[in-house]
């Protein structure tokens, strides 16, 4: 069978989320500093790292990724086996092209195959109707949607969307859908008037995608023919800055954008993170190292994070947003010209 434009897309994503991929992320952790504690008064036995989100076990989960391909087909294969292994919740990548195309589902139902018992997420656009929802739930007989906005995506995208109205829609979908909705940014942030429009419409749960990480303006702008849309790479907020637009938010909120160490994960979480998403990370252990290193690495992460709760004097999550945290100047800044309250 020829393969689409639509599905061909999702191999090239693929394809250039690793060719970019950066080890040193841009995502503003290395501008906030955890004060340390000589006297923590605790011991890595009694730590609790469950997040109070879905009862997860963990606070770090694989976020939305790919699908669509036979090549995807079997990163998802990959992705689910490793969610399975190390008791993570899985984001599907965007489902849209299988609605669009039957034959296609089975790359994304792999999910649950190969994850019986994790928590799953189907992953679709802010266009999406709750017939769509229904079906992309129903595929990968998920535990929740994310609704992903992506108009700096869509800008550059060659073949993008150009209508933004996608409020009403959200809110419908929010009153509408059989399963949680989590409303997600690909990797341009968030503001705080963007969340309390969300928090408006019923939005209980937003994941921040903050500039830092896998970067679409970087891989959409590959695929235009002139490549002229490569001033908007730094555009947008970083995942610290989202966190900063977030503080006193009413939601849950799911910190994802360049994570790239269990230190940034606990960082994130004393920013206001329920939770913390991991994506192009993980993808590039699994394409450079296999599935069995990428376990190998998540494992240790577990291993890793209550060890640094107990460092910093924190038993669990709550505990951990006693700890002191110094902003850099920049940070500090960015909080102040925008009226934002310190974490």
């Avoid at 500093?33 to 109070?52: F, M, Q, W, Y």
Wanted: proline share 5%; charged share 15%; glycine share 8%.
């Amino acid at each position: 069978m020829t393969q689409s434009v639509q599905s061909h897309r999702k191999d090239e994503h693929v394809f250039l989320a690793e060719k970019y991929f950066a080890p040193a992320a841009a995502a503003g952790f290395d501008q906030v500093r955890l004060l340390h504690n000589p006297l923590p008064e605790t011991a890595v036995e009694h730590v609790s790292c469950r997040p109070a989100l879905f009862n997860w076990r963990w606070p770090f989960f694989i976020n939305a990724m790919t699908g669509g391909s036979t090549q995807t087909k079997a990163l998802n294969a990959q992705l689910a086996a490793v969610a399975q292994a190390c008791d993570l919740a899985i984001a599907s990548g965007s489902q849209s092209v299988a609605l669009r195309e039957p034959d296609l589902v089975d790359t994304f139902a792999v999910l649950r195959e190969q994850a019986p018992t994790a928590f799953i997420m189907a992953n679709l656009g802010a266009t999406a109707d709750l017939a769509a929802v229904q079906a992309a739930v129903a595929a990968v007989g998920a535990d929740a949607i994310e609704i992903h906005l992506n108009t700096v995506q869509e800008v550059v995208m060659p073949e993008g969307d150009r209508d933004f109205h996608w409020l009403a829609n959200l809110k419908r979908l929010v009153e509408g859908a059989a399963v949680p909705v989590v409303v997600k940014e690909v990797g341009f942030g968030m503001t705080r008037e963007a969340l309390a429009a969300l928090a408006g419409i019923g939005v209980q749960v937003v994941d921040l995608g903050g500039r830092g990480g896998t970067n679409f303006v970087t891989i959409e702008n590959a695929r235009r023919p002139d490549r002229d849309l490569a001033y908007l790479t730094d555009f947008g907020q970083t995942t610290v800055e989202s966190l900063l637009e977030a503080q006193g938010s009413s939601m849950a909120v799911i910190a994802t954008g360049g994570i790239r160490t269990p230190l940034d994960v606990v960082k994130a979480l004393r920013l206001g993170a329920s939770v913390v998403g991991i994506s192009g990370l993980i993808l590039h252990w699994l394409i450079q190292d296999g599935q069995a290193a990428t376990i190998a690495r998540l494992r240790s992460w577990q291993a890793q994070l209550p060890a640094l709760l107990a460092m910093l004097g924190a038993s669990d999550l709550q505990a951990l947003n006693r700890v002191p945290v110094v902003l850099s100047p920049t940070l500090e800044s960015y909080a102040r010209q925008r009226q934002l309250p310190l974490p």
